[in-house]
């Protein structure tokens, strides 16, 4: 489509008019962080004694990236068995797990804190992991039913007239051509964990497996208000961010299909 | 033996036709002649589905179920949240909870203008701003990844980087109305009942506004080009092209955004604790800050408890309808 050059502008216009508003809060917190002393803040930030940065980047790695691992296996398994197998009851179970896809974490803040005590898991990675993996694999639930949906039938009936058993169509045949949706699946479910501020902040006292959400808030307790505060802060909150935006530098695809896949069916 | 060595069900015309039958008995005897090691009867092949799907029954299903079931028990007690110890009182915490004026309807009453705030808003720029960037302008993958940018970062810590940027005194904000001679404008952003809830909409409005964008984007390309250029030869201006054909033809999406937006409403926490923690007053109290604050914070277990279920039934309507909304998409 031919487009009039005033057209182009005004867009142009619209477009750096929003792009300087979402600047705006990353530009303001590294410059403010430079203001007062540089690279000092940071500094004083990876130096802290009692919040050490790369452990608190560890810790939020480690527990995102097995949630996802655990979530992408678990579901992908459910979903295919939802899909392409017929079994008594299926359809209860389904909708049941579905039901709580709306289920806010905080709405159990209670029982989630209690049932974590209970089990001696407090202040520890798998506490935090056992309620990430609940959480998060529903959607991923409802992803991976949809896309097995849409995988032919005729592909399993092969492997099968083959002789493959069910577990080796799943692992042999269906993963191998499912990367891009256990990369999608994945993606999302490792930025929803790592982002998860609410479940380490119930379970999480000891300062060894602070997350970088609950580290950035460790941070920001400080209520003094001079301007080397402000900067040591936005120094932490960016260090807290940097993590954050590579792994979306690397995955932002997936994200977007992701994100897509979830509310809009091509 | 009735062998069945699928309990893959092999297209809907074989669960029914009698060709599908005959198909997939064949299709057992090749099986289990080249499988002869592998002893399949009934009983394990109709285990298998449950097999498959036990792993994330026991630990999504049962843990979630676990927790609505709790959380509706103690909602009848005294439980202070922390000891053994728990009183049946019946009805009392939802008496107190729904009574008129109380905390409950302050927090419903933010949650819902916060939700149509950011809905309309986020879809409105989402729409806009999705409509540019379909025109594949010089740079648009550039625009559409720093406006989409934020989902990756956590809600806690942009809430926290606003915290600093809308503080009356230090805040960025206030200095670039100062700069710009614009004193009067300057707020106490998060400090001023009146203005901080729609702080933090604006905050929300950040964070998720690309969410909106790149789902509308995925529509828009869904939208054939052929009904484009047949307008554009009706003569059909820009405007007219909008509002005729392009959000038309978006409604569906717009169904889901607006869906996923009172769903995300329900779930905010993150931005509130960290900026205002719902004050000043109750001013920006929601659902969950009042939830978290009553059990965590007050030893009110019970009431928190009864907070969460009142959550737990609208959450898991929407869930419902999430999932009619995206069976009738999948259609």
Redesign the interface.
């Known amino acids: 489509?031919k487009?009039k050059t005033s057209?182009?502008v005004i867009?142009?216009v619209?477009?750096f008019f929003?792009?300087i508003?979402?600047?705006?809060?990353?530009v303001?917190?590294i410059t403010?962080s430079l203001q007062v002393g540089g690279f000092s803040s940071y500094q004083s930030v990876i130096t802290n004694p009692d919040v050490h940065y790369f452990r608190v980047v560890f810790n939020s790695l480690f527990i995102a990236l097995v949630t996802a691992v655990?979530v992408v296996?678990?579901?992908s398994?459910?979903g295919?068995?939802?899909s392409?197998?017929?079994?008594a009851g299926?359809n209860v179970?389904y909708?049941?797990?579905?039901?709580?896809?709306?289920?806010?974490?905080?709405?159990?803040?209670?029982?989630?804190?209690?049932?974590i005590k209970t089990f001696g898991l407090t202040n520890t990675y798998l506490g935090m992991i056992?309620?990430l993996?609940?959480?998060n694999?529903?959607q991923m639930?409802?992803l991976w039913r949809?896309y097995f949906?849409g995988i032919p039938?005729e592909i399993?009936?092969a492997a099968?007239?083959?002789?493959c058993?069910?577990w080796r169509?799943?692992l042999r045949i269906l993963m191998p051509i499912s990367t891009p949706m256990i990369a999608t699946t994945g993606v999302l479910t490792f930025?929803y964990s790592?982002?998860e501020?609410?479940i380490p902040l119930?379970l999480i006292r000891d300062e060894s497996k602070y997350t970088?959400?609950l580290a950035?808030?460790y941070f920001?307790e400080t209520r003094s208000?001079t301007?080397e505060m402000?900067a040591q802060?936005?120094a932490a909150?960016i260090l807290?961010?940097i993590p954050?935006?590579i792994?979306?530098l690397i995955s932002?695809k997936w994200?977007?299909s992701g994100?897509?896949a979830g509310?809009?069916?091509? | 033996m009735t062998a069945s060595?699928?309990?893959?069900?092999?297209?809907k015309a074989t669960?029914t036709g009698r060709r599908g039958e005959v198909s997939r008995t064949a299709?057992q005897d090749?099986?289990r002649v080249?499988?002869p090691g592998?002893s399949m009867n009934s009983w394990q092949s109709?285990l298998?589905?449950?097999l498959?799907?036990a792993?994330?029954?026991i630990?999504?299903?049962i843990?979630?179920?676990?927790?609505?079931g709790?959380?509706v028990a103690?909602s009848f007690t005294d439980?202070d949240?922390i000891s053994d110890e728990m009183d049946f009182i019946g009805l009392r915490n939802y008496a107190k909870l729904l009574t008129p004026g109380s905390v409950f309807w302050t927090a419903l009453k933010n949650n819902i203008i916060f939700m149509v705030v950011t809905v309309v808003i986020q879809a409105g720029?989402g729409l806009?701003?999705a409509v540019?960037l379909k025109?594949r302008?010089r740079g648009?993958n550039v625009?559409k990844?720093?406006?989409?940018?934020?989902?990756?970062?956590?809600?806690?810590?942009?809430a926290?980087?606003?915290?600093?940027?809308m503080?009356p005194?230090?805040g960025?904000i206030n200095e670039a109305l100062r700069f710009l001679h614009l004193d009067f404008l300057a707020q106490s952003w998060l400090g001023d009942p009146k203005i901080a809830l729609y702080s933090i909409c604006a905050i929300n409005i950040?964070e998720w506004m690309g969410?909106s964008m790149?789902?509308y984007y995925?529509?828009l390309m869904?939208i054939s080009e052929d009904i484009?250029e047949a307008a554009?030869i009706d003569g059909c201006g820009?405007w007219n092209t909008l509002f005729r054909i392009t959000i038309p033809n978006l409604s569906?999406?717009t169904n889901?955004?607006i869906l996923?937006g009172i769903?995300g409403s329900?779930?905010t926490?993150?931005i509130v604790i960290?900026t205002t923690g719902g004050g000043p007053g109750r001013s920006t109290e929601f659902l969950?800050t009042y939830?978290?604050k009553a059990?965590?914070q007050q030893f009110n277990?019970g009431l928190?408890?009864a907070?969460?279920v009142m959550?737990?039934i609208i959450?898991?309507i929407?869930?419902?309808v999430?999932?009619i909304v995206?069976n009738r998409?999948?259609r």
């Open positions: 489509m487009r057209t182009t867009m142009y619209v477009l929003f792009l508003i979402w600047l705006f809060p990353i303001t917190a403010k655990v296996f678990i579901t398994l459910a295919f068995a939802f392409k197998m017929k079994f299926q179970i909708v049941a797990m579905l039901a709580c896809m709306a289920v806010p974490i905080a709405s159990v803040t209670m029982p989630l804190f209690f049932t056992i309620p993996v609940a959480f694999a529903l639930l409802l949809n949906d039938n399993i009936e099968r007239v083959d002789g058993s069910t169509i799943y930025v790592w982002n501020y609410l119930l970088v959400t950035s808030t920001m208000q301007p402000v802060e936005y909150l807290m961010t954050s935006i792994v979306y932002q994200l977007q994100i897509t509310a809009v069916k091509s | 060595a699928d309990s893959v069900s092999v297209g669960a299709r090749r099986a080249s499988k592998e109709k298998r589905p449950y498959f799907i792993p994330l029954v630990l999504s299903g843990f979630i179920y676990y927790c609505i709790f959380t103690t439980w949240g720029l806009l701003l540019i025109e302008l648009s625009f990844a720093i406006f989409f940018m934020p989902i990756a970062m956590a809600p806690v810590i942009i926290a980087i606003f915290r600093i940027i503080d005194n230090v960025a950040f969410f790149i789902i995925a529509g869904s484009y554009k820009f569906g999406t889901t955004l996923l769903v329900l779930k926490f993150d960290q969950n939830l978290y059990g965590v277990g928190s408890a907070i969460g959550v737990l959450a898991v929407l869930s419902i999430q999932v995206n998409a999948n």
